[in-house]
């Protein structure tokens, strides 16, 4: 049905062989199907009879026993048309995707759904992940769907509270390391290297990937088959911007489209190295040692997945972006209000880099753009808290609330 392949030295594994990275070079895996089968199986139409979701898509999932599926209905989220933002942005047409919909609030749970199912599958015991938040909570609530024990690894530091308490409440083992994201992905890589024990869950697991690419899917089919020009997303990682890359080629494959968005990644400037190859034409990027951002979800200084990221943004003929942590804050509180949609500030970066896109003349006004925001705003209120005006505290008399409010008419 389908198999693994390198993506640089192309050595093939089988469904059987419970691998992340090539064994002969160490690079990553891809999930390879024969597309002829796959088209198929889609003739019959069966699939169009299921709801918006991630399983709507099996047959493009790498599941072999369907009966061990786990899943918290994730996917089918909303596609919002956002006709206020596109005007104060100069722009004709803009969708949000808001992947906050999902069961555990952000994107992860397209992925997880895949990857815990795949756990079952191989009947480990234990599940593992390294996180800056939303991965230990989507595993957590998985791994607890599933009855597996349940490891997350995460920085000391900046977890937003939100994603902290998710991971506490449905019971993983929570060890905190006095370092940053990339220092905890080293440990549970040397963790995972014994599969017996724990299976890992990051971004290099291949099978994650596939769920993540079902929201290219559903994207195209909210449009009703028509194919964004831009599709802006926040790159962390990089994994969903492989993974969303990946979706929008294979329907195209399938004949479902005949046309390919070009993929925008925005990241924050201090955590920029994907930004920062493309802008210099490298080949390859520069880790950033001490990545700083408010968005933590994107505080990544040396991305899994940089080699993907660099070929989607560069085949799609796309383009990548910075934003400082103001653009971000402001472009959450744009999007709140003048759309009434709450995002976590990673997530408010792809709105923060369009618009500096559109001013730079590198998104034109005709053009019709898709953001994906990957996460829901409760996940990290500390951040609006902190940078929205505060309530006004009053004595408890009419007076007193009509000297407030008559003030602001
Ligand atoms: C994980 C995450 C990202 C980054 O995705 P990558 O696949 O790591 O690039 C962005 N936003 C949110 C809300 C996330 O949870
Ligand atoms: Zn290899």
Same mark, same amino acid.
């Given at each position: 049905?389908?198999?693994?392949?390198?993506?640089?030295?192309?050595?093939?594994? &089988?469904?059987?062989?419970?691998?992340?990275?090539?064994?002969?070079?160490?690079?990553?895996?891809?999930?390879?199907? +024969?597309?002829?089968?796959?088209?198929?199986?889609? #003739?019959?139409?069966?699939?169009?009879?299921?709801?918006?979701? !991630?399983?709507?898509?099996?047959?493009?999932?790498?599941?072999?026993?369907?009966?061990?599926?786990?899943?918290?209905?994730?996917?089918g989220t909303r596609l919002h048309r956002?006709?206020?933002?596109?005007? /104060?942005?100069?722009?004709?047409?803009?969708?949000?995707?808001?992947?906050?919909?999902?069961?555990?609030?952000?994107?992860?749970?397209?992925?997880?759904? *895949?990857?815990?199912?795949?756990?079952?599958?191989? /009947?480990?015991?234990?599940?593992?992940?390294?996180?800056?938040?939303?991965?230990?909570?989507?595993?957590?609530?998985?791994?607890?769907?599933?009855?597996i024990r349940c490891l997350v690894v995460?920085?000391? #530091?900046?977890?937003?509270?939100?994603?902290?308490?998710?991971?506490?409440?449905?019971?993983? #083992?929570?060890?905190?390391?006095?370092?940053?994201?990339?220092?905890?992905?080293?440990?549970?890589?040397?963790?995972?290297?014994?599969? +017996?024990?724990?299976?890992?869950?990051?971004?290099?697991?291949?099978?994650?990937?596939?769920?993540?690419?079902? *929201?290219?899917?559903?994207?195209?089919?909210?449009?009703?088959?028509?194919? %964004?020009?831009?599709? !802006?997303?926040?790159?962390?990682?990089?994994?969903?911007?492989?993974?969303?890359?990946?979706?929008?080629?294979?329907?195209?494959?399938?004949?479902?489209? @005949?046309?390919?968005?070009?993929?925008?990644?925005?990241?924050?400037?201090?955590?920029?190295?994907?930004?920062?190859?493309?802008?210099?034409?490298?080949?390859?990027? &520069? %880790? !950033?040692?001490?990545? &700083?951002?408010?968005?933590?979800?994107?505080?990544?200084?040396? %991305?899994?997945?940089? #080699?993907?990221?660099?070929?989607?943004?560069? &085949?799609?003929?796309?383009?990548?972006?910075? *934003?400082? @942590?103001?653009?971000?804050?402001?472009?959450?509180?744009?999007?709140a209000r003048y759309e009434g949609l709450?995002?976590?500030?990673?997530?408010?970066?792809?709105?923060?880099?369009?618009?500096?896109?559109?001013?730079?003349?590198?998104?034109?006004?005709?053009?019709?753009?898709?953001?994906?925001?990957?996460?829901?705003?409760?996940?990290?209120?500390?951040?609006?808290?902190?940078?929205?005006?505060?309530?006004?505290?009053?004595? %408890?008399?009419?007076?007193?609330?009509?000297?407030?409010?008559? +003030?602001?008419?």
């Amino acid at each position: 049905m389908y198999h693994l392949e390198c993506i640089g030295c192309h050595k093939r594994y &089988e469904p059987e062989d419970i691998v992340y990275t090539c064994q002969r070079c160490g690079d990553l895996l891809d999930i390879k199907y +024969n597309y002829e089968d796959v088209d198929h199986q889609l #003739k019959s139409g069966e699939w169009k009879k299921r709801p918006l979701s !991630v399983w709507r898509y099996k047959e493009l999932l790498p599941i072999l026993e369907e009966s061990k599926k786990i899943s918290l209905n994730e996917g089918g989220t909303r596609l919002h048309r956002c006709d206020r933002l596109a005007k /104060n942005l100069g722009l004709e047409t803009l969708y949000i995707k808001t992947e906050g919909d999902n069961p555990t609030a952000s994107f992860k749970d397209r992925g997880m759904t *895949v990857g815990v199912t795949k756990a079952v599958e191989y /009947n480990v015991k234990a599940v593992v992940c390294a996180s800056t938040g939303n991965t230990s909570a989507s595993l957590s609530a998985y791994a607890a769907k599933a009855g597996i024990r349940c490891l997350v690894v995460i920085p000391a #530091k900046k977890i937003a509270y939100g994603k902290l308490s998710q991971a506490m409440v449905y019971g993983a #083992k929570l060890i905190q390391v006095r370092g940053s994201f990339d220092d905890a992905l080293k440990v549970v890589l040397e963790l995972s290297l014994d599969t +017996n024990r724990f299976y890992l869950l990051n971004s290099i697991n291949p099978y994650r990937i596939e769920g993540q690419k079902t *929201v290219a899917y559903e994207i195209l089919e909210q449009l009703g088959g028509k194919v %964004p020009h831009k599709v !802006v997303m926040p790159v962390g990682n990089a994994g969903n911007i492989t993974a969303t890359w990946k979706g929008f080629n294979e329907f195209k494959k399938l004949g479902f489209t @005949d046309s390919l968005p070009k993929m925008i990644g925005i990241q924050a400037e201090g955590a920029a190295p994907v930004a920062n190859a493309i802008s210099s034409g490298k080949e390859v990027i &520069e %880790p !950033v040692p001490k990545p &700083e951002t408010l968005a933590t979800a994107i505080r990544i200084g040396s %991305p899994v997945n940089w #080699k993907r990221a660099l070929q989607a943004i560069r &085949e799609s003929g796309g383009t990548a972006e910075m *934003v400082t @942590d103001r653009e971000i804050v402001d472009a959450q509180k744009l999007l709140a209000r003048y759309e009434g949609l709450f995002v976590e500030p990673a997530s408010a970066t792809s709105v923060a880099g369009l618009k500096k896109l559109i001013e730079a003349g590198q998104i034109a006004k005709d053009d019709n753009v898709t953001c994906i925001a990957t996460g829901h705003g409760l996940k990290d209120p500390d951040v609006p808290v902190q940078f929205c005006e505060k309530p006004s505290e009053v004595e %408890p008399t009419l007076k007193a609330v009509e000297k407030i409010v008559g +003030n602001q008419q």
